[in-house]
C-alpha cells in the first residue's frame, strides 16, 4: 500500500530565504508526482507534475526533483517571499491511477 | 474550460438528513476522483471513476456513502444519512487516465453537519 510523508509538517521562515520541502513515498513503482499549493479554504492549485522517467521540473522560483529509486521527492522555493504562504502538497500517481497524497507542509514566510 | 466544477460551495445540515454533493469535471477527461479533507486525516481518496464506471471505492467509508457517475460530464456523492463526523471539505478532481496525467482539483464542498 503506498503511503506518503511530507517533512517538515509546518515552517516559518523570513521573506527572502531559499526553501525545501520533502516528500517521500514507500512503493517505488510511481507513474508520475505531483506538487500543490493549498491556500486556507480553497482548493489545490496544481504547481508542478514530474513524470516518472524525468528527474526535475522547473516554474519559476519553484524546481521539483524526484528519485524514484529512494522514493523521495523535494521542492525547492528560491527566494520566498509572503504571498507564498500556503499549505504545500505532494501525491503520487501508482497503482490503478489514484493519486495518493501526503500530509502537507504548512509554510508561513514572514515580511 | 472552467475548471473542475462543484456544488454546493458549503452545505449545513442536520444529522441524519441525506446529502448530496455534485461535480462537473472537465470536459475530455475521463478520471475522476473524490477526496475527503479533515484536519486529522488529510486527503482521502473515496472513490475513483473511469470512463463513468467505479473502479477503486475502497476508501468509501460506509455504506452511508454513495456515489455514481451517469455521464462523463456528471458525478454524485451521497450521505445517507449524515451524522458529525461527516462533516469535512469534500474535492472532485478530474483527470486522464494516462501516465502524463495531471490531476485538476475542484474548490470544494465545506459540508457541517450538526
Known amino acids: 500500500k503506498q503511503e506518503v510523508t511530507q517533512i517538515p509538517a509546518a515552517l516559518s521562515v523570513p521573506e527572502g530565504e531559499n526553501l525545501v520541502l520533502n516528500c517521500s513515498f514507500t512503493?517505488?513503482?510511481?507513474?508520475?508526482l505531483q506538487w500543490f499549493r493549498q491556500d486556507p479554504g480553497k482548493g489545490l492549485t496544481s504547481l508542478l507534475l514530474?513524470?516518472?522517467?524525468?528527474r526535475e521540473q522547473t516554474s519559476g522560483r519553484l524546481n521539483a526533483s524526484l528519485d524514484k529509486s529512494s522514493g523521495r521527492s523535494t521542492l525547492y522555493i528560491a527566494a520566498s517571499q509572503p504571498g507564498d504562504s500556503a499549505t504545500y502538497l505532494c501525491a503520487v500517481l501508482s497503482g490503478t491511477y489514484k493519486y495518493i497524497f501526503g500530509t502537507g507542509t504548512r509554510l508561513k514566510v514572514l515580511a | 474550460d472552467a475548471g473542475v466544477i462543484q456544488s454546493p460551495r458549503h452545505e449545513v445540515t442536520e444529522m441524519g438528513q441525506e446529502v448530496t454533493l455534485r461535480c462537473k469535471p472537465i470536459?475530455?477527461?475521463?478520471?475522476l476522483f473524490w477526496y475527503r479533507q479533515t484536519m486529522m486525516r488529510g486527503l482521502e481518496l473515496l472513490i475513483y471513476f473511469n470512463n463513468n464506471v467505479p473502479i477503486d471505492d475502497s476508501g468509501m467509508p460506509e455504506d452511508r456513502f454513495s456515489a455514481k457517475m451517469p455521464n462523463a460530464s456528471f458525478s454524485t456523492l451521497k450521505i445517507q444519512p449524515s451524522e458529525p463526523r461527516d462533516s469535512a471539505v469534500y474535492f472532485c478532481a478530474s483527470s486522464t487516465d494516462r501516465e502524463a496525467t495531471e490531476a485538476f482539483f475542484g474548490q470544494g464542498t465545506r459540508l457541517t453537519v450538526v
Open positions: 512503493d517505488s513503482a510511481i507513474y508520475n
Open positions: 514530474i513524470q516518472s522517467s524525468q
Open positions: 470536459s475530455g477527461h475521463n478520471s
